[in-house]
């Protein structure tokens, strides 16, 4: 957890490193700092956000705040979340139940003469996905 929140937070503060009008300013380590040089040289601009909503605190809008709030908000929403049983065992109530000669070949691996027997049975020149992608590739 603690690795996720110090990547969002390091690539939050080099996107507003990126911004800042200087490269001296490129070398501070100090967040208020960077967050004051962001504002000075975006004070004319209206393309930034005014401000974030804290959970607790309500409105910030200091950029460190903003950031912390952002960083705490991802590091939430990509956190793992245990899952509860008991919704998907209503959801595959009365679905087939797999024979275990089934599963063995279900839980097997996928061989690359598989793969390339499927590949070459699909039609050529045709995307089989959203990507675009043909199988000629």
């Known amino acids: 957890m603690d690795n996720i929140h110090n990547q969002i937070?390091?690539?939050?503060?080099?996107?507003?490193l990126a911004k800042s009008p200087g490269k001296h300013e490129r070398n501070v380590k100090?967040?208020?700092?960077?967050?004051?040089?962001?504002?000075?040289?975006?004070?004319?601009?209206?393309?930034r956000i005014p401000f974030l909503v804290h959970?607790?605190?309500?409105?910030?809008?200091?950029?460190?705040?903003?950031?912390?709030v952002a960083t705490d908000?991802?590091?939430?929403?990509?956190?793992?979340?245990?899952?509860?049983s008991g919704i998907w065992?209503?959801?595959?109530t009365g679905l087939p139940k797999r024979s275990p000669q089934?599963?063995?070949k279900l839980e097997k691996e996928i061989t690359v003469v598989e793969c390339y027997d499927a590949?070459?049975?699909m039609t050529t020149g045709r995307s089989p996905g959203d990507d675009g992608i043909t199988v000629d590739v």
């Open 102 to 104: 089934n599963i063995d």
């Open 119 to 121: 590949l070459k049975e």
């Open 89 to 92: 065992n209503r959801f595959l």
């Open 30 to 47: 100090d967040l208020r700092l960077i967050a004051k040089t962001t504002m000075a040289s975006t004070k004319a601009s209206q393309a």
């Open 9 to 16: 937070r390091e690539n939050l503060e080099k996107k507003a």
């Open 55 to 68: 959970p607790t605190k309500g409105k910030v809008e200091s950029i460190s705040e903003m950031l912390t």
């Open 73 to 84: 908000f991802y590091t939430e929403l990509y956190s793992e979340k245990p899952a509860d």
